[in-house]
């Protein structure tokens, strides 16, 4: 590689690492009132305050509490009506056990993002409503 093709791309990196950098830090608030299943590895995070981003780099949602962090990987998913707009969490409720199950950022893409269920999850969902575990989805604005 020459030299002047080596300077080019470096300069290219550094101009546009801070572009990176605000879509990494770029968080959005959510008080959530219950406490709730996160990710695949059965991780139960409490009700409270949280700040969540998205890392496009690594497809990786982070969510950030006082007492409290998470991060899981997440696929592209597409929002229907009552999910366009503002940013907002949707959560499945099976009884009382709740699991953030998509987020989306209101930036007008159409797209959110999907987490993957838990074990735990998946245990309710076999349950089904013959066992008495009630569906619901829940939707938490953003602060």
Request: no cysteine; charged share 15%.
């Amino acid at each position: 590689m020459s030299y002047k093709v080596f300077i080019s791309m470096a300069l290219f990196g550094l101009l546009t690492l801070p572009l990176a950098r605000a879509q990494l830090n770029r968080t959005v608030g959510f008080e959530i009132p219950f406490d709730f299943g996160f990710g695949t590895w059965n991780t139960v995070l409490p009700a409270g305050n949280y700040e969540v981003s998205y890392v496009p780099a690594n497809n990786a949602l982070v969510i950030r509490g006082v007492h409290q962090n998470a991060i899981s990987i997440v696929k592209p998913v597409e929002a229907n009506l009552f999910q366009q707009g503002k940013e907002k969490l949707v959560f499945k409720r099976y009884g009382n056990t709740y699991f953030l199950s998509q987020v989306f950022r209101g930036t007008g893409t159409g797209t959110g993002r999907q987490l993957p269920k838990s074990k735990s999850e998946l245990d309710l969902i076999s349950r089904g409503p013959a066992r008495g575990v009630e569906y619901a989805t829940i939707i938490v604005p953003a602060n």
